[in-house]
């Protein structure tokens, strides 16, 4: 497998941060994520450098370095433009809390900044100077194996950090891998710790397992483990397998994962999304409904006026995967929506100051009302959407109470 790393294709400004290094008489790798992705013949999202090398010794040694992180040994060495991640080797000591180590320790090598790491496929080290690859804990054989395994004691590592259970359940979930039976033992055993986790880093982990094509498996696997017991009960029981059938993205697949709860939008909340896809996933559940197949078209229109377009054929999408999608009204609805007919009154020929010259009066809410009732003329008959053809409707109209 290391072949794949010898043939990898490095971006030049981390190569050379890793030589720049190496040449001052530091030790420096690419470890974490962008290994364990480059050995799987992936393209890593971004590629991590640690050192032996001090954050004061990386300030002095590149010209421009950003103090990212630096309490906790990490800088962002800016190299020809692009951004690389050069981290202290280190590790972590006296978890008090289960959440953050109350101390970062320095290290000469990079045993033990492996060590400290969560499983074993992301505890590997590559140095593609001289092409050696560090793996004190058979990361390369689990990646064969597809499993996701704790590096050394799986109970210690997760009292030590409670996010870490829900980053193997995640691993598992985007790679399709299996999670190692005393890892996932480990689990239910330490939810008293996960418990304690910041809802943030929650939120992170759950939105990638959430989006990927295998969100079901996942989604069982929080359930087996007593992970969403924890963090979403409410979700417990959902129907997992329609979450995986729609479109991987954040919205639909919380509107099918949550498609029975009305509270919704405060449970989108206190997982941490914005609120824009809270609004949105409520939006998409109050419309749950959709057009029976003997609807006109008056009704397709009438229905798009109401939905928001934006949101029509994801509702489509969330009700195919709910497997109660009415036969072929997405079609016509698609076909109504190319024709591009008048769906909001700001779409009426007529503006707010030519209904008020027609009207004969100035502003005043028998105008909005006017526009609401040209509306559904054009609903009904996009074709009156014209000055004489409103001007025409219009004079059949008298404002309420008049
Ligand atoms: P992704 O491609 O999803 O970003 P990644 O492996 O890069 O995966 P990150 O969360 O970016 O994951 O973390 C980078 C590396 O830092 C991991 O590969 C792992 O070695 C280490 N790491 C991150 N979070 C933890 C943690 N909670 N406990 C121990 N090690 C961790
Ligand atoms: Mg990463």
Redesign the pocket.
Known sequence: MTIRLIEADIPPAVLEVVKGLQDAGHRAFL????V??LLRAQV???F?VATSARPDALQKLFRRVIPTGIEHGTVTVVQRGAHVEVTTFRAEADYVDGRRPSRVDFHEDIDAD?A????TM??MAWDPVSHLLVDPFGGQEDLKARVVRCVRDPLE?FF??G??PL?AV??AT?LDFTVDPATEAAIGATLSVFRKVAPERVHQEFV?LLVAPHAPMGLELLARTGLLEEFLPEALGSDYAAVGKAPKEEVPRLAVLLSHRLDARELVLRLRFPNRVAEDVAHLLEHQELPAPTTDDAGLRRWLSRVEERHALTLFEVARARGLEPAGVRARVEAVLASRPPLTTKALALDGKALMAALGVGPSPVVGQASRYLLDVVLEDPSKNTPEGLAAALKAWKPAGA
Do not use: H, I, T, Y
Request: aromatic share 8%; hydrophobic share 25%.
């Open positions: 470890v974490g994520g962008c364990r992705d890593p999202k971004d991590d492996l400290r790491r969560d499983f992301n505890a590592r030590e950090d996010l870490r980053r995640r691993f985007v990638k």
